[in-house]
Each structure stands twice: as C-alpha cells, then as structure tokens.
C-alpha cells in the first residue's frame, strides 16, 4: 500500500516569508512518482510539479522549490517570498504500481495562509 | 479553452434525487478520472476509463455509475443521492494509464445534497 503524510494541517505566514510543506510518502515500489497540487480558494486542483523516483535533483522554478530526498522519503515544497497569492491547499501525491498502479495518493493537505 | 471542464460547477438538490455531472477534455488524453474530495479536503480516486473503458473502480456505492461515451467525455450519474454524497467531485485526464503521467484536473463540481 502507499501512503502520503503532510504533517503540517495549517501554516499561517506574513507576506516575504520563507515557507516549507513537509511531505513523507510510503510505498514498496522502486518505480514511483511524485506530485504536487495547488488548491486556491476558487476550488480548483492546479498541477505544479511532478518527480520520478530516480532523479533526485532538486527543482526551482521561479520562487517554487522542490527537495526530493530517498533517504528520508520525503518530498518537500518551499516557497520563497511568500506572496498573498500563494495562499491556497496544498496537496502532496504519489504513483506508484502494484494494486494502486495509476492511482493517486494524496496527503491530507496543507493549509497556507499568507497575510499581508 | 479549459483542458478539462466539468458541468454543473455547483449543484444543490434534494436528497434521493437522480443527477448528473458532465466532464469533457479536449487535451486529446486516452485517459479519463473521477475523484472525490470530502468535507476534510480528502482527495480519493473514484473510477477511471481507459479509451472508453472501465479500468479502476473503487469501492463505492453502486449508485454511482460512469459512464464514457467517447474518450473525450466521462460523464457520473449519481442515483438515489444521500446526505453522504456531498462533496465536491473532480473530473481529470491523463495522457495515457501510467503512473508516471501527470493527472489533471478540471474545476470540481460542488454537489450539496439536502
């Protein structure tokens, strides 16, 4: 079975901040792939990164990062000078195969609130 | 053009009612989803079809019936609907079935059952 855990339900941030969304993921497969979404508060489900299992470099995309780490199994996304924008649901997600091959996991979520 | 529009976006009715929510893509992907988000913000995937047919059902209540009928279109008829049933529902697509291809999303459909 896989397994998503962001720990962190709520984070609340001022504007400029440096924040980081935890994401620890379980799964027995060699081959897997990570993702993750953005919620804002118009509902939608928005793609921004996804990861396989066998490149761990990390990713920066503007003043979106990425940290993939094997050895801990974690995934964790970090936002730089956070803006009133960023606040939204964040939601980490894994594929993997065996009997949830082409399912998503998702964690729980991550509550981001930026104030001004 | 939204990639994946889904209609309606929000729906109130009237518990044991019939309802349906439309999905279409137009990204030209083989494969097509229907997840459930609850009231926690729980992301679970319900069915997905592959080039028309049925490839993943989870366990849910056979009211629920999808049905597909091109690839572009999966459309979810719920029967009966219960005070349970409210959530929202995401119609998605993906390229083809594999793990490694990315899943995306339409707008989510709000459906409130009273």
């Known amino acids: 079975a896989q397994k998503v855990t962001q720990a962190q339900t709520e984070i609340s941030v001022v504007e400029k901040e440096d924040v980081t969304l935890d994401c620890v993921y379980e799964?027995?497969?060699?081959?897997?792939?990570l993702f993750w979404y953005k919620q804002p508060p118009s509902g939608e489900l928005v793609f921004l990164i996804r990861?396989?299992?066998?490149?761990?470099q990390n990713e920066i995309s503007g003043r979106y990062s990425w940290n993939f780490q094997k050895s801990t199994s974690s995934f964790n996304f970090t936002i730089t000078a956070s803006q009133v924008v960023d606040s939204a649901v964040y939601f980490c997600?894994?594929?993997?195969?065996?009997?949830?091959?082409?399912?998503?996991?998702f964690g729980q979520g991550t509550i981001l609130t930026v104030h001004p | 053009d939204t990639a994946v529009s889904q209609t309606p976006k929000y729906l109130v009715t009237q518990m044991g009612n019939d309802k349906s929510i439309k999905c279409e893509q137009n990204?030209?992907?083989?494969?097509m989803y229907w997840y459930k988000q609850d009231s926690k913000k729980f992301l679970k995937i319900m069915f997905s079809?592959?080039?028309?047919?049925?490839?993943i059902n989870e366990t849910v209540p056979n009211r629920f019936s999808p049905k597909s009928p091109d690839k572009a279109h999966l459309n979810l008829h719920i029967n009966s609907l219960e005070l349970g049933d409210s959530a929202v529902y995401f119609c998605?697509?993906?390229?083809?079935?594999?793990?490694?291809?990315?899943?995306?999303f339409g707008e989510g459909s709000w459906l409130t059952v009273v």
């Open positions: 998605a697509s993906s390229q083809v079935f594999s793990p490694g291809n990315t899943i995306y």
């Open positions: 799964t027995r497969d060699t081959t897997y792939y």
């Open positions: 990861r396989n299992s066998f490149d761990e």
């Open positions: 997600a894994l594929n993997a195969g065996g009997t949830s091959y082409g399912k998503l996991t």
């Open positions: 990204l030209g992907h083989d494969t």
């Open positions: 079809y592959n080039n028309k047919e049925l490839i």
